[in-house]
């Protein structure tokens, strides 16, 4: 809403401007909710003189995603082009989420310096209702959300909507499953779900839960026409009706608005077919796995990714995952309407309260949380991005004070 706001004034005053996200991910779902066009800080830097000749605003949605590398070389650009305006840089996002994969926390080191105005809202306005917003909340400011009378008992609903669910974790992968199942016993569809763990390997891993989920709501049969892959030294096989993520950003992927009418030549579509793009994170299903015989001789995949159509090839199947399952750094800039947070003893090293905080804001319906306590408590209250020695703020603080 307050993006939206933003929009509307620099159109209401005739203004240029360009909004973009450091992943294809956060990029899509920005041109999704704005219902304008947006793009990675990579494609936007490609496309240089537009950028600087057509851009007085340039928005920056998920900054807390922002690396210091991919910042220099959006600010390197800007600098030395020969461009016509003074850029204005707006910069949208949550420093209580996990910082970038990459080097530095530019957003929040911004942010702390003092020395660049922001605007902070700090009012939640549904922390009343007691359920989803209300526990993300307090994660947000350091606060263990659960009260001594609800630690009583196995299973807690808060709010309103009832919007907020914790189960305690009783030390079975089968818990985590049939919470799953329960979910998809009552109708909710499997694109509308996701368990979020942060591990990919182990017993209580992403893979693994993903192929358990896949056994049991799409088994494969020996009939079926399947892809193989190997995540982690572990078999994963892909096949019809499949939820997938895309986990490699790819600009020249394949689009067939009529798959059953493609002609292939070689490794080339020939008919119907038009350059698209996926993007690292992007969910999908399998409409349809088939073999051609004709001329690759080789399995196919048609994934819709967001109302498209993409072919996936053997040569390109590794950029596929099941996605039943996923962890929050690669769930970070998605919402889903149901999400299954798994906070338990196995994974207690990788949590802390910026990656509970980011994996609690990713639903839009219902968040259920599969956890231990004693978990959950230590990771409020440890702070994931202690560990990075960084040094922008005090390089603002010391530039601006010199000027």
């Not at 119907?272 to 999908?284: K, L, R």
């Not at 015989?293 to 399995?299: A, V």
């Not at 991005?385 to 601006?400: H, I, M, P, Q, S």
Request: with cysteine; net charge negative.
């Amino acid at each position: 809403s307050s993006l939206m706001a933003l929009i509307q004034m620099i159109e209401d005053n005739d203004m240029s401007y360009s909004m973009m996200s450091p992943t294809g991910k956060a990029a899509s779902r920005l041109a999704e909710q704005t219902g304008r066009k947006a793009s990675t800080i990579h494609r936007a830097i490609l496309d240089v003189e537009n950028l600087t000749e057509n851009s007085h605003v340039i928005i920056i949605d998920e900054a807390s995603m922002l690396s210091v590398p991919l910042f220099k070389m959006l600010i390197d650009t800007l600098d030395t082009a020969s461009n016509k305006y003074d850029h204005r840089i707006v910069f949208v996002g949550d420093s209580a989420q996990i910082p970038s994969i990459g080097l530095g926390r530019v957003f929040k080191d911004m942010g702390e310096s003092g020395m660049i105005p922001k605007c902070t809202l700090t009012k939640c306005f549904r922390f009343d209702e007691g359920g989803a917003s209300y526990i993300s909340t307090l994660t947000r400011q350091g606060k263990f959300y659960l009260t001594e009378e609800q630690l009583k008992h196995d299973r807690v609903v808060l709010g309103a909507k009832q919007d907020y669910e914790f189960i305690k974790f009783n030390g079975t992968v089968e818990q985590i499953t049939n919470t799953y199942m329960s979910l998809i016993k009552q109708g909710i569809k499997p694109q509308d779900i996701v368990i979020l763990v942060p591990y990919n390997i182990g017993n209580y891993g992403a893979i693994k839960l993903n192929n358990l989920i896949q056994s049991a709501t799409n088994p494969i049969h020996t009939s079926d026409i399947t892809m193989k892959t190997k995540h982690n030294d572990i078999q994963v096989i892909i096949h019809e009706n499949d939820l997938v993520m895309n986990t490699k950003n790819n600009y020249n992927a394949i689009s067939a608005t009529h798959y059953d009418d493609m002609v292939w030549d070689d490794d080339a579509i020939m008919e119907d077919v038009e350059a698209t793009s996926v993007f690292n994170g992007q969910v999908g299903y399998v409409v349809e796995a088939k073999k051609d015989t004709e001329l690759i001789n080789d399995n196919i995949l048609i994934v819709n990714i967001e109302g498209e159509n993409i072919i996936y090839t053997q040569k390109d199947i590794n950029n596929l995952l099941l996605a039943y399952a996923t962890n929050p750094y690669k769930f970070q800039g998605s919402q889903c309407k149901y999400v299954i947070n798994v906070v338990i003893g196995a994974h207690s090293r990788s949590w802390n309260r910026q990656l509970l905080y980011t994996a609690q804001t990713r639903m839009t319906t219902k968040l259920i949380e599969i956890g231990d306590p004693q978990v959950i408590m230590e990771a409020v209250t440890k702070a994931g991005d202690d560990n990075r020695k960084t040094r922008l703020g005090e390089f603002l603080v010391d530039n601006t004070t010199e000027m």
